[in-house]
């Protein structure tokens, strides 16, 4: 199996930044590839939602409320992808979830973001 461990979420203020990363690990990645990786968030009460994803070729796709604010990257050679997150609103304050996925999907257990006003 995959696991994705996520590290970098806290509490700021609006306006401030933090950088989520998360790390894939396991045996199997020495035979598959996560042909896509990203985050999703999930606020209390609310159902999850698409970040953003990025393909192992570099594609990326965003969810509206967060273009132009966020940046999602990954390292192919790490397993590992980023997410740069600038301009923070109140409203972006949600657990946010690692996600891979290649046969499978795989999901991290999620790491806290804050943004206090």
């Known amino acids: 199996q995959v696991q994705l461990v996520e590290s970098g979420g806290g509490l700021v203020q609006a306006g401030g930044s933090l950088r989520l990363s998360c790390e894939a690990s396991?045996?199997?990645?020495?035979?598959?590839?996560?042909?896509?990786m990203g985050w999703y968030r999930q606020a209390p009460g609310k159902q999850r939602e698409l970040v953003a994803t990025?393909?192992?070729?570099?594609?990326?796709n965003y969810e509206d409320s967060v273009k132009g604010r966020f940046t999602v990257s990954r390292d192919n050679d790490k397993n590992t992808v980023y997410l740069q997150m600038n301009s923070l609103k109140p409203e972006d304050t949600a657990v946010y979830y690692c996600?891979?996925?290649?046969?499978?999907?795989?999901w991290g257990q999620g790491t806290q973001v804050t943004v206090s006003s």
């Open positions: 990025i393909t192992s070729g570099g594609i990326t």
């Open positions: 396991g045996s199997i990645l020495s035979r598959i590839s996560l042909n896509r």
């Open positions: 996600y891979a996925l290649s046969i499978l999907n795989y």
